[in-house]
């Protein structure tokens, strides 16, 4: 979830005065669309690659212990791991979009 937050927050700081042009217009709607498709990525590539190391982490823990390696995979809980992901990027990246969106773009471009 970090690295999410980190690039949202980082893209409304590195392009403040883009945003600023068109904050009144879009900035909720982008910001949103941006993190969903950034964890939908994340979550396409970590959700398979997690099952598969955790199984794999399993058997080796499971052997040295002498125990039977069947892992099982709770598939409702991984399912609901997607939407819970995304809403919670989009519920942590509300915030700065919000104030992005309520600025005034010429009372920030004059202070520039």
Request: overall charge positive; cysteine-free; glycine content about 8%.
């Amino acid at each position: 979830m970090q690295p999410v937050v980190s690039v949202a927050v980082g893209s409304l700081r590195a392009r403040w005065r883009g945003w600023v042009l068109i904050a009144m217009l879009v900035a909720v709607g982008v910001t949103a669309w941006q993190v969903t498709t950034l964890t939908g990525i994340a979550l396409l590539a970590g959700l398979p690659l997690g099952v598969a190391m955790g199984r794999w982490a399993w058997a080796l823990f499971s052997d040295a212990l002498g125990v039977p390696p069947g892992a099982l995979v709770p598939v409702p809980f991984v399912l609901f791991m997607v939407p819970a992901a995304i809403l919670a990027g989009n519920a942590v990246v509300w915030w700065p979009a919000h104030v992005a969106a309520r600025l005034s773009p010429a009372r920030v471009l004059r202070a520039e």
